[in-house]
């Protein structure tokens, strides 16, 4: 079975710790669902965007946080 998984990226790409522990995710939906509640906490702890990963596959990515973008 498949893990859905976020990576939490500065605005320049470089990888950052959330300040919202992630779950491991069984579906697209599921993980899409977690980050349309969290975004605003994973924003305002320093992530600017987001990249979902179905177990290594990038499925889509950069996906900024920030809405006037």
Do not use: N
């Not at 939490?8 to 491991?24: I, L």
């Not at 305002?44 to 946080?65: C, H, K, N, W």
Request: no cysteine.
């Amino acid at each position: 079975m498949a893990t859905w998984t976020w990576r939490f990226e500065k605005s320049d790409g470089t990888e950052t710790a959330p300040a919202v522990e992630p779950e491991e995710f069984t579906t697209q939906g599921d993980a899409e669902s977690w980050i349309g509640e969290v975004w605003k906490d994973l924003m305002a702890g320093g992530v600017d965007q987001v990249r979902l990963f179905e177990d290594t596959t990038e499925i889509y990515g950069p996906m900024s946080l920030h809405a006037d973008e």
